[in-house]
């Protein structure tokens, strides 16, 4: 069965920083594009970030383009997003997520708060 573990969520101060990550099993991880998604109160689930399986070929949503990067570790079949200069609307639970087995994938979620 897919397995995604997010990690690395907080609270921090607008224009702080925080890495999240994401531990995935049940699956060849090398072999799949991998992403992330982020949900705010009331709001709809949307797409943050993407990084393909071979060529590591990054896509960003507009509002985070330039402050987040998405990357992967093939080797510990782990997915990061690095967040800089965070700002209050990025506050949402953030999930990762993987489509494997004709089905989407998602993790619990991890709380990014970003507030003074």
């Known amino acids: 069965q897919v397995q995604l573990v997010e990690s690395g969520g907080g609270m921090v101060q607008p224009g702080g920083s925080l890495r999240l990550s994401c531990a995935a099993s049940?699956?060849?991880?090398?072999?799949?594009?991998m992403s992330w998604f982020r949900q705010a109160p009331g709001k709809e689930r949307d797409f943050v970030a993407t990084?393909?399986?071979?060529?590591?070929?990054?896509e960003y949503e507009a509002s985070v383009k330039g402050r987040f990067t998405i990357s992967r570790d093939n080797a510990k079949n782990t997915v990061f997003l690095q967040m800089k200069s965070l700002k209050p609307e990025d506050t949402a639970v953030y999930y990762c997520?993987?489509?494997?087995?004709?089905?989407?994938?998602w993790g619990q979620g991890t709380q990014v708060t970003v507030s003074s």
């Open positions: 997520h993987v489509r494997a087995f004709r089905r989407d994938w």
């Open positions: 049940g699956f060849t991880f090398e072999n799949y594009a």
């Open positions: 990084v393909s399986s071979v060529f590591d070929t990054t």
